[in-house]
């Protein structure tokens, strides 16, 4: 049976409505390609609440999580590690990209994902 959301305190919703509002345009990029299972019918979620983070992109069914780091995360290398650490102890594998690959690369960003979900990349 799939991992389901839980049902999100209201703050938590707020936040995540927030975040999908004024997602970046690597974001938005990113989730042309993943949304309405375009990927290789895989189904994300975008800005999806996980313990106390707020993941991304996460496809549930596989446990994958999709982060996009833009230049903010330069400085946030200890951060991430530690999110990362706890995500994967919840039995989430971490599939980090860059806004640069999204924006120059888009093609080995999407075969990327489906390597990381074990399935073929249909392009």
């Given at each position: ?9 209201p703050?938590?919703?707020d ?8 997602s ?17 019918g ?14 991304d992109?996460?496809c ?6 999709v982060?996009l ?6 400085e ?8 990362d650490?706890?995500l994967r ?6 599939f980090r990209?860059?806004?640069?690959d999204v924006?120059e ?5 999407a075969?990327g994902?489906?390597?990381e979900a074990?399935?073929s990349?249909?392009?």
């Amino acid at each position: 049976m799939p991992n389901k959301p839980q049902p999100l305190h209201p703050m938590v919703l707020d936040r995540v409505r927030t975040l999908r509002r004024k997602s970046t345009p690597p974001e938005q990029i990113l989730w042309s390609v993943l949304r309405g299972r375009r990927l290789c019918g895989l189904k994300f979620r975008r800005q999806e609440s996980i313990g106390q983070y707020i993941v991304d992109f996460c496809c549930r069914d596989l446990k994958l999580i999709v982060e996009l780091d833009g230049m903010s995360h330069d400085e946030k290398t200890a951060d991430d590690k530690k999110r990362d650490e706890w995500l994967r102890k919840e039995g989430y594998q971490v599939f980090r990209v860059t806004n640069w690959d999204v924006n120059e690369d888009l093609e080995a960003v999407a075969r990327g994902i489906c390597r990381e979900a074990g399935v073929s990349y249909d392009g």
